[in-house]
């Protein structure tokens, strides 16, 4: 297969092209800033939330048996 010369965003680049299986090498070419989305604050948002609430001081089983299993 020629050389294809793909240019965008990397994030662009993941959602629009399949690139599964092939070589591929990344040139870097300057810095693009990108506005967040508007749901990329829920970072931000759970940080907050959970300084308002004590650290758990006892051991929490999350595991998926304790879970299903009612404990």
């Known amino acids: 297969m020629a050389d294809q010369i793909i ?28 506005a967040p989305a508007p749901d990329d604050d829920w970072i931000a948002r759970l940080r907050e939330w959970s300084a308002g609430h004590p650290p758990v001081g006892h051991f929490v089983d999350d595991s998926r048996e304790s879970i299903y299993d009612g404990n």
């Open 7 to 34: 240019e965008g965003t990397w994030e662009d680049i993941l959602r629009t092209q399949n690139l599964h299986g092939r070589r591929v090498r990344v040139i870097v070419m300057d810095n693009v800033e990108i």
